[in-house]
């Protein structure tokens, strides 16, 4: 069994920062790719961004440059660093992560339950 967790949502003024952190646990045998995606109201879930095993990152184009996705392999931890908070980055932010379990063997897709993001005044 593999439980991901996301934690460090917020109310947060424009212009400010949040650093979201997410889990992984349980019957882990490695972590391979670990994302953050976001759910504004009435819109779909986007990707943000995603951090490979060995460090590579990619950003959607309207987060470049205000959020930093970094993670610690001996934690099972992905972090996303996010600055400039804008209103439009209002949003569910979940995460997933591609593990592989220790006792299977197989590799599984996983998402958090989400943690709550609003930029407001």
């Known amino acids: 069994q593999v439980q991901v967790v996301e934690s460090g949502g917020g109310l947060v003024q424009p212009g400010g920062s949040l650093r979201l952190s997410c889990k992984a646990s349980?019957?882990?045998?490695?972590?391979?790719?670990m994302d953050w995606y976001r759910q504004g109201p009435g819109k779909e879930r986007d990707l943000v961004a995603t951090i490979s095993r060995d460090g590579h990152t990619n950003y959607a184009d309207s987060v470049k440059g205000r959020f930093t996705i970094s993670r610690d392999n001996a934690k099972n931890t992905v972090y996303l660093q996010m600055d400039s908070l804008k209103h439009d980055d209002t949003a569910v932010y979940y995460c997933?992560?591609?593990?592989?379990?220790?006792?299977?063997?197989?590799?599984?897709?996983?998402w958090g339950q989400g943690t709550q993001v609003t930029i407001s005044s």
């Open positions: 997933k992560a591609d593990v592989r379990s220790a006792i299977a063997g197989t590799v599984r897709t996983y």
């Open positions: 349980g019957s882990i045998f490695s972590v391979y790719g």
